[in-house]
């Protein structure tokens, strides 16, 4: 499994899919929304509750891998042409 990390961390719609796909899981489970997070002592609670309960675990794994996915290449494994990237791609300039 070859994925540039480089690259998608530079992205911030990647990083923000990170962040839904770990925290949407939980939440749901919870029966919570962001706004019931309303202090520091909640939100360590939240993440205990969910570290200690393997479905949610498998849930926020399974969101993670479809975060992960790249729809255009067969296989996890980033193309090879993507690899080569320093940063994303701005399709914009290949736009006439």
Request: no cysteine; net charge positive; aromatic share 10%.
């Amino acid at each position: 499994m070859k994925i540039n990390w480089k690259a998608r961390f530079k992205n911030p719609h990647f990083i923000a899919q990170l962040i839904l796909a770990i925290g949407a899981p939980i939440l749901a489970y919870m029966g919570l929304t962001a706004q019931d997070l309303t202090s520091w002592g909640a939100v360590f609670k939240l993440v205990q509750e969910a570290l200690s309960n393997p479905y949610v675990l498998g849930l926020v794994v399974v969101s993670i891998y479809n975060a992960l996915l790249d729809p255009t290449v067969k296989g996890i494994s980033d193309s090879r042409k993507a690899l080569t990237y320093d940063r994303p791609r701005d399709d914009k300039r290949f736009i006439e």
